[in-house]
């Protein structure tokens, strides 16, 4: 079976109703989710089960939703005794693998990516700026596509997600032009995202000024747990290094498919998808078809996650 990674969902992965299950069969991961309305000032719960799903997808709601369940479904493994070798996340899912492998307090990480949030929703005036995938490219002619469509404007590789899969950010007028010389370049699938500005782009730059402050407020340990950044692909095993790669982040790539690959050369063999939905299980299979991948995002797939624990399932 090899080592076990936690994988932590970001941005995108939300859904009315998540972390319903754990909350009831948990009063633990019950008293996480009220800390984090308390220290929101909201009714977290009334959000994540109710919705609406026009208000959960809102960044500044979002990430600290996903942060609270992926959290919550951790406390849960936890509890199990199940822990993992290795932790990573996918952008706002880095804040959950550091809460998981002790580095970042569950509250310190709720005041952090509830500013974090708001500072990216508030980074862009409204419709100027875009995000869009491509499908079936890689990455040397995305990067072409995006140097041709700039024309003085900013658009690049955000999200290198898995082989054929990468998402483009930037000013919405750049994003459009190189969605049209994608389909010219012969990508399989050109889609805009529905997303509240261009992360992970040049454009979220001058907002790490500001949440630098935010982020020198918090206190942040080493890794008690491997921890894998986005920004280099790489391990980080001091606090002042994840201060300044949760910067970078901001505006920088997320390198996943080379995170994967760094964790599989290392002898992952076995990735649990620990929060809401089921999209980096579905970017892990693209990357390697004989890594095993189990989902824990109810209570419903716990069973699963322990049989895989004890080697009892392949996935």
Known sequence: MGKI????????????GMGKSVAKACPKAKALLDTASRLLGYD?????????ESELRKTEYTQPALLTVSTMLAHVLYTEGLKPDVVAGHSLGEYSALVAAGSLSFEGAVSLVARRGQLMEDAVPCG???????????????????????????????????????????????????????????????????????????????????????????????????????????????????????????????RWEETIRRLLADGVGTFVEVGPGQVLGGLIKRISRDAAIVGFQEMEGLEKVLEMAKGDIVI
């Not at 990674?5 to 009315?16: D, L, N, R, T």
């Not at 977290?44 to 609406?52: D, F, N, S, T, V």
């Not at 010389?181 to 907002?207: N, Q, T, Y």
Request: proline share 6%.
């Open 128 to 254: 100027k700026g875009a995000m869009a995938v491509l499908l079936g490219l890689d990455l040397p002619t995305v990067r072409s596509i995006c140097q041709d469509a700039s024309q003085g404007e900013v658009v690049e590789a955000a999200n290198l997600n898995c082989p054929g899969q990468i998402v483009i950010s930037g000013d919405r007028s750049a994003v459009k032009r190189a969605m049209a010389l994608g389909k010219m370049e012969g990508a399989r699938r050109v889609l805009e995202l529905e997303v509240s500005g261009p992360f992970h782009s040049s454009l979220m730059r001058p907002i790490a000024d500001v949440f630098a402050q935010d982020l020198a407020s918090v206190h942040l340990d080493d890794p008690q747990v491997p921890f894998v950044a986005n920004v280099t692909a790489d391990y980080v095993q001091d606090a002042t290094t994840l201060r300044k790669v949760l910067l970078q982040q901001l505006y920088s790539p997320v």
């Open 5 to 16: 990674a936690w994988v932590f969902p970001g941005q995108g992965s939300q859904y009315v």
């Open 44 to 52: 977290l719960a009334k959000l994540c089960w109710e919705g609406p």
